[in-house]
């Protein structure tokens, strides 16, 4: 297949495109830097050095002699991004060249102007560029487990059959995001639903919980493969950031109660959901939504796994139960509906403490470069 990767550069859009190149696709990858330029502004770049997009796949093709294209440039610029669907005319189109912080997006107006410019003009650049050159194109698009809010149902898989007044529908699941970064994502659903009743388009949706985690089999090749990674409030997700504190002893930043619920995911079943999402892909005409996690903890279990395997590597681990920045519900139902990447064939690889110390050994390699000024700075919802 012909697989084009928006955001390449990105942590799991860098995974992605090893993943696809090694098992025999031929990749194309954009990107424009915008989150290695946001993190040095403030001043939280990655804990980890990564080279540059084309310093990385050139590396790559040295260690396995498989070539992946990148491009450097901003897909909201619709003649760039339309000229490489032109000359490339990809198979799929996998889009997680989105402003992918909850945080970012509640710092001030420009910061919330830019997440809405963004994410939706970067979507519909997409929709516009696959309608122009291969309607047949699918669109895998990276939507957020946060676009369902916590609501006091279960949470089923994209859609909800509803009856009233003896007539019966099928509807979106009804969205409440937590943050403006998480409303991009619901008006993303929104617009891509709309252009699939209206042009016939294929795409699937995958309402992502937060991912944690590292290692893939393709970065484990070389150091200088690695992705991203980022542990401070904004850009890093909170399990992440609970190792990199647990490492750097820096008690664990539990938001208000801690009885926050998400599902959470490996890396490495990210790369598996976005391959099988492109091998099995939605039929012309359809939205194909899967809500992409394995495994749901409150904030407080991850807290008290982290302690338990950090306590154990030397670490004295503690936690530390702060005022919660965010407007969110600290107890609240939760139960999810995710069956359908499993059906597809996804084998999840789940948050055992063998993985937890797997994680613990490869950051504390970094441990001297953590930054414990990055790790918290409390931006406020209100
Ligand atoms: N990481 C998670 O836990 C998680 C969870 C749920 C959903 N998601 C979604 O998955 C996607 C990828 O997330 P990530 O964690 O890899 O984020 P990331 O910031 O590391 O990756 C996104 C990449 O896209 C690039 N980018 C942003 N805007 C661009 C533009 N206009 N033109 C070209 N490139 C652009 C960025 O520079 C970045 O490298 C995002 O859409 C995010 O919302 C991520």
């Not at 391959?275 to 099995?280: D, E, F, I, P, V």
């Not at 084998?347 to 000024?373: A, R």
Request: proline fraction near 4%; aromatic fraction near 12%.
């Amino acid at each position: 297949m012909k697989i084009l990767i928006l955001g390449a550069d990105g942590y799991l859009g860098w995974p992605t495109c090893l993943y696809f190149s090694q098992r025999g696709h031929e990749v194309v990858g954009i990107d424009n830097y915008f989150r290695r330029n946001a993190t040095k502004e403030l001043g939280s770049e990655s804990l980890i050095p990564v080279p540059d997009l084309p310093q990385r796949v050139k590396i790559w093709e040295e260690i396995t002699g498989k070539k992946i294209d990148v491009h450097i440039g901003d897909i909201t610029d619709y003649e760039f991004l339309l000229n490489i669907f032109r000359e490339f005319s990809p198979d799929a189109v996998i889009h997680y060249a989105e402003q992918p912080s909850a945080p970012y997006s509640m710092i001030d107006r420009d910061k919330a102007a830019f997440t809405l410019q963004n994410n939706l003009t970067s979507t519909l650049n997409i929709v516009y560029a696959v309608k122009e050159t291969n309607p047949d194109c699918h669109i895998i698009k990276l939507g957020t487990m946060g676009e369902y809010g916590t609501p006091n149902i279960d949470i089923e898989e994209g859609w909800l059959e509803i009856e009233h007044k003896g007539r019966k529908d099928k509807f979106l699941f009804p969205r409440q995001a937590g943050s403006l970064y998480h409303t991009t994502k619901v008006q993303d659903t929104d617009m891509l639903w709309f252009y699939v009743r209206t042009w016939g388009l294929r795409v699937t949706d995958l309402m992502q919980g937060p991912v944690y985690g590292l290692s893939t089999e393709e970065t484990d090749l070389d150091p200088q493969l690695m992705t991203i990674f980022n542990y401070d409030e904004v850009f890093g997700t909170v399990l992440n950031r609970f190792i990199v504190q647990a490492i750097a002893e820096y008690p664990l930043t539990i938001y208000g109660k801690g009885k926050q619920v998400r599902g959470f995911l490996n890396l490495k079943d990210t790369m598996q959901c976005a391959y099988l999402a492109a091998t099995q892909p939605a039929k012309q005409g359809e939205l194909r939504i899967f809500n992409q996690l394995t495994e749901p903890f409150s904030v407080n279990q991850l807290a008290d796994k982290v302690k338990t395997v950090g306590d154990k590597l030397g670490y004295k681990v503690t936690l530390n139960s702060i005022e919660n920045p965010r407007v969110e519900k600290e107890d609240h139902y939760y139960n999810v509906q995710y069956t359908g990447l499993l059906e597809l064939g996804l084998e999840p690889h789940l948050l055992t403490d063998e993985i937890l110390t797997g994680l613990f050994n490869i950051v504390s390699q970094y441990k001297d470069q953590i930054n414990k000024k990055a790790i918290f700075k409390g931006i406020k919802w209100k």
